[in-house]
């Protein structure tokens, strides 16, 4: 049963013929194959008119979300639960699940309650597992995802991502917390992993191209051709890209703050905003050249 305020739950993903769906944001202005899918009530169960408000309390939250004067786009917080969106900003950005935000997302909203984003879902490509192409570890991706392209132009949804993410480094994404529950992973699955190698290694036959890495032009190995290999690799992706995170995670963002600015009607915030980033990053640049000596 639904009615105004009942709870919901929703996919965003590609187009789901055989349910329900509605068009979005990111469906109009991107031209993504990139949906709303009803959930919960089943397609089966929901009245239209429920159908209906469900469409119209999405509709709304886009509009505030990517509405230019300011002061409207504040209420996302009246309407958003902004803790869950900001864990979900962290916990995909660390493990590089940048599928997350387009595809496999869910968003529900209890009785009475904000429109919350989770669970977390669908890592297959994270972590550099994404086939068709190696993973860039020294960069963030995740503000590209609809919703979240229009957050991290808040000032302070970027100073809790920030805030959030020195806490969560402190304990369950700190490296020692991480490795110790790979490990565990790794002792846990030894022998089922051995068994299943043995019983459909020759169905393995998918393999990721090597590539040169645009840093250093070295080879990047993608197969490793072991087990053991392959969670070392999983290991050093995450090392490499959390350390990358420590330490660039708040000036990228304050810069996205300020990039966004460039789209608001005041175009002489928008100028200094452009003339701030292309000064950061020739500093960046000449840094990097006294250091090797150019």
Not at 102 to 115: A, I, M, R
């Amino acid at each position: 049963e639904g009615g105004v305020g009942g709870s919901y739950l929703l996919r965003r993903d590609r187009k789901e013929k055989d349910g329900k769906y509605m068009e979005v944001w990111s469906t109009r202005k991107k031209r993504f194959n990139n949906w709303i899918n009803l959930e919960y009530p089943s397609s089966e169960n929901i009245t239209e008119a429920y159908w209906q408000e469900i469409q119209s309390d999405i509709q709304a939250i886009e509009e505030i979300l990517y509405e230019s004067d300011r002061n409207q786009f504040e209420q996302y917080k009246a309407v958003l639960d902004v803790d869950s969106f900001v864990d979900y900003f962290i916990i995909n950005e660390f493990f590089t699940n940048y599928d997350g935000g387009w595809n496999s997302t869910f968003l529900y909203k209890d009785v009475g309650g904000k429109l919350s984003i989770g669970p977390f879902w669908d890592f297959d490509g994270a972590m550099d597992n994404y086939r068709e192409e190696k993973l860039s570890i020294r960069e963030l991706v995740f503000y590209e995802a609809p919703w979240f392209d229009r957050l991290v132009t808040d000032e302070d949804f970027v100073e809790r991502v920030e805030a959030r993410y020195r806490e969560l480094r402190k304990t369950i994404l700190s490296r020692e917390v991480l490795e110790e529950k790979l490990d565990q992973a790794c002792v846990f699955l030894e022998k089922p992993i051995k068994r299943d190698l043995s019983r459909w290694q020759e169905l393995y036959t998918l393999s990721m191209d090597d590539s040169l890495e645009k840093e250093t032009g070295l080879l990047v190995e993608r197969n490793p051709g072991t087990w053991e290999g392959e969670v070392q690799r999983l290991k050093d992706v995450l090392w490499e890209h959390g350390d990358y995170m420590d330490k660039n995670l708040e000036t990228k963002l304050k810069l996205f703050v300020e990039w966004k600015k460039v789209d608001s009607p005041d175009g002489v915030s928008g100028l200094l905003a452009l003339i701030f980033i292309a000064a950061f990053f020739v500093s960046v640049v000449l840094v990097q050249r006294m250091r090797r000596g150019e």
